[in-house]
């Protein structure tokens, strides 16, 4: 007798509506808080932020950036680190989580609620965390359409792998700067 097993995934609509709902409600990881969304507007001074800007602004000159456009932005927490920093800079990005988008509201974001939406350039496009949730990775010919000639995309994401001789998993944290050739 053999076996066959077959992955599926959700229906996309499935999907769209967690994330849209209830992937980042409060009191949900990581979002373990009093039910408080002033407590979460401050935790874009988290460590994990201030170690993000060092990987940004180390090889890129933010004050030469103006249009920065953050995919899967959740609550914008990065964009805004750097806006405090260089105030003259335009955030936008792509989410449709209903629990961010009054913050990227206040914090200054255009939210393009589809990625097909978007007709400017960018000069940095970064996502964090956003691609391992990705049913689909066309959005990468989208970020080239989207990058000026000399922009640059930092992408953070993760990956997990099953180690062949233990049971547990190792999960690795991946960080790629993709400048744009002319």
Known sequence: MILVLQILSPPINVLDYFYENIYRSLNRPPYWLTGDYDDLKKSYLEDRN????LYLTTPIDISKVKNIYDFGAGYGDLGFSLKK???NLNLFCTEN???CKEILKERNY?????VEDIN???DLIFSMHTLEHMSDLSIFSKFYD???PKGFIFLKFQTVQKSISREDHMMRLIFYFIPKRA
């Open 146 to 148: 989207i990058l000026n």
């Open 97 to 99: 989580d209903k629990s």
């Open 50 to 53: 201030l170690s993000y800007l």
């Open 110 to 114: 255009t939210n393009f609620e589809k």
């Open 120 to 122: 400017q350039k960018f």
């Open 85 to 87: 920093k260089f105030p």
